[in-house]
């Protein structure tokens, strides 16, 4: 005769956790990058407005450009060497402590991946750029300037107001081992539960 297992006690459905911000499913595939989340995200339906905040060399945006035809971007980076004491120093590794000329270079580069595309450069502070934006007039709004808690903090404040209802508010290195600065004490504390996490880092705020 076959054996039975013995049943010892009546068989209980594990009762569902509630998902805290730590278990919240990251997508940890290498090869897939900050613009492979964004495309995923905001789609790349003909007229999408968005803005990128901390551009530096242009990676994301020609990416961006490529892949999404008719996209317009709003580039937004001071490129500028970091001032004594600013916030940023808290915020990066290697980036903020280069020269005037790495960020000139860098300028450059991003004007020649933009030419040929529709954007508007704002080279100037990134709380001072919103002022620019009328409010509820984009559709996405990539925050990837200073990572420091206070820096994402005024960016998070400045750009949500920017963004439609229905388009996300969203950045780079939640989270992010490599990088110092604290972008996710400032998302967590603007945004709580209500964000998703993606590949490279990166998190999404869907705006109500
Ligand atoms: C990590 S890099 C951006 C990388 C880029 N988004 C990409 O995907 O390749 C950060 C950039 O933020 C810029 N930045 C830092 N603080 C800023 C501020 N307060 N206003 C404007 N730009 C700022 C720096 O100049 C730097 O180029």
């Known amino acids: 005769m076959r054996k039975q297992p013995i049943q010892t006690a009546p068989i209980r459905k594990k009762k569902r956790q509630p998902v805290k911000q730590e278990q919240k499913p990251v997508n940890r595939n290498r090869t897939l990058k900050r613009w492979d989340a964004i495309i995923e995200k905001v789609g790349k339906q003909p007229g999408l407005i968005g803005a990128e905040i901390g551009v530096d060399t242009g990676k994301t945006c020609k990416v961006l450009f490529e892949r999404i035809p008719g996209i317009f971007l ?3 980076d001071r ?7 600013d ?7 290697k980036l903020c402590h280069e020269p005037q000329e790495y960020f000139n270079k860098a300028y450059n580069k991003v004007v020649k991946i933009a030419e040929n595309h529709n954007h508007k450069i704002l080279k100037m502070d990134s709380v001072e750029a919103a002022e620019f934006i009328e409010d509820q007039s984009i559709d996405f709004c990539f925050i ?3 990572h420091s808690y206070i820096g994402t903090k005024r960016d998070i404040e400045a750009w949500l107001p920017k963004v439609k209802v229905g388009g ?12 110092i600065g604290d ?3 400032a998302v967590d504390e603007a ?3 209500d964000i998703e996490l993606s590949y490279n880092t ?7």
């Open 87 to 93: 916030s940023y120093y808290q915020g990066a590794r």
């Open 144 to 146: 990837d300037g200073d």
């Open 79 to 85: 490129w500028i060497e970091t001032p004594e004491g």
């Open 183 to 185: 972008v996710k004490t």
């Open 168 to 179: 996300w508010i969203c950045g780079h290195d939640y989270d992010n081992k490599n990088t």
């Open 202 to 208: 990166t998190w999404f705020h869907k705006v109500k």
């Open 191 to 193: 945004f709580g539960d």
């Open 74 to 76: 709003f580039l937004v």
